[in-house]
Structure formats: C-alpha cells, structure tokens
T-cell receptor, first 112, second 109 residues
Framework: DSGVTQTPKHLITATGQRVTLRCSPRSGDLSVYWYQQSLDQGLQFLIHYYNGEERAKGNILERFSAQQFPDLHSELNLSSLELGDSALYFC???????????FGSGTRLTVV | TQLLEQSPQFLSIQEGENLTVYCNSS?????LQWYRQEPGEGPVLLVTVVTGGEVKKLKRLTFQFGDARKDSSLHITAAQPGDTGLYLCAGGGNYQLIWGAGTKLIIKP
C-alpha cells in the first residue's frame, strides 16, 4: 500500500457519459497530480493541485476537470466520454513540488 | 520547453546480463528521479539524485547524475526477471516533474 488511495479501480462506461475518479493523497502530502496513461504509452500530465489551489495544467481536455477539497482529497471529472479516453488514470501525491511522487494504483477506465 | 529523452525505448536481454538505460536533456534539472512501473500498477520511486556527479546504488542498480545535471543513467548488473518493467526518469521542474517516455525492459530467464 503506497498510501495513495484511488477509487474505483476499474470503471466501464459508455460513450457520452460522465465519470468521477477519486484520490486520497498520502497523509501529510499537500500536492496532488493527475496523469493519464494509454496502452504502452508514457505518463501524460493532466493537472496539479497544491493545498486546494490549481498550480499547473498539462494536456487536459476541456471535457475534463478536477478539484482538490479542504480535506486534500481530489476528484477528476471526465465528461462526454469518447473511446479514446480509455486509459489508466493515476493520481500521485507529494509533500512539495519537484520532489518524489507517491502514486496510487490507478483507475482503469474503459469507454465502450 | 524542458524535455527528457530516454534510450533505448525497448530492451530485451537474458538473465545475468548487464545493461544501461540513459536519460538525456539539454536542460538543467534541480533533481532527477527514477521510477519503475509494472503493468497495471503505478510507478514506484527508486531513487532521487540532486547533486551533479552523484552516484547512488540500490542493490544491483547504480544511478548516476551527470556533472552538469542534464543527464542520468541507470545501470543494472546481472539482471534478473524481477527487474522487468517500465523504467521512467523524471526531472524536477517548477511545479511538476518532467517525464521521459520510458524504457521498457524485459529480462528473459
């Protein structure tokens, strides 16, 4: 157990639908990062939150949004889902920025 | 734009052989990290190097940070099937890590 909890572990949904992925960071970590990883691809950075505030955006589609709540857990919302959104979505947390990340075990999203 | 290039992209070798994976950039990084990822799992941090020329060892794995802090290498001695996985390097940026595309390593028994 890495200390970063992601739910659900698996999600199958239809095109056009909306889903919410949840992440609880490791205790004491203020930064939460979201990544997308498609089959046999590297990690694509989506967004970074620090203590409730958005700090950086990567290649995140307008159909996707995220937030970090006062208790530091974060949610990634994916809407108007397309087949190409099928991927592993990872959440990572860290104490600060630019330091070692602790990753969750990911949510595998399948859009059919 | 900071970029990290990893080479090779794919490596398949026999158990017991040695190998080196490279991570190169034209940019200077304040730190560089190496992660290993197994299929369906999140990456796991192996090591962080912060000083130019720094060498760190983790059992059969040796990590080196270049003198100019623009590149790094990972050397595995006597590779074992358990070393199989995707090896990712990541450089410390302002608000996030800059990631390489990874080296997929397969160690055949």
């Amino acid at each position: 157990d890495s200390g970063v909890t992601q739910t659900p572990k698996h999600l199958i949904t239809a095109t056009g639908q909306r889903v919410t992925l949840r992440c609880s960071p490791r205790s004491g970590d203020l930064s939460v990062y979201w990544y997308q990883q498609s089959l046999d691809q590297g990690l694509q950075f989506l967004i970074h939150y620090y203590n409730g505030e958005e700090r950086a955006k990567g290649n995140i589609l307008e159909r996707f949004s995220a937030q970090q709540f006062p208790d530091l857990h974060s949610e990634l919302n994916l809407s108007s889902l397309e087949l190409g959104d099928s991927a592993l979505y990872f959440c990572a947390s860290s104490v600060g920025t630019g330091v070692g990340y602790t990753f969750g075990s990911g949510t595998r999203l399948t859009v059919v | 734009t900071q970029l990290l290039e990893q080479s090779p992209q794919f490596l398949s070798i026999q158990e017991g052989e040695n190998l080196t994976v490279y991570c190169n950039s034209s940019s200077v990084f304040s730190s560089l990290q190496w992660y290993r990822q197994e299929p369906g799992e999140g990456p796991v941090l192996l090591v962080t190097v912060v000083t130019g020329g720094e060498v760190k060892k983790l059992k059969r794995l040796t990590f080196q940070f270049g003198d100019a802090r623009k590149d790094s290498s990972l050397h595995i001695t006597a590779a074992q099937p358990g070393d199989t996985g995707l090896y990712l390097c990541a450089g410390g940026g302002n608000y996030q890590l800059i990631w390489g595309a990874g080296t997929k390593l397969i160690i055949k028994p």
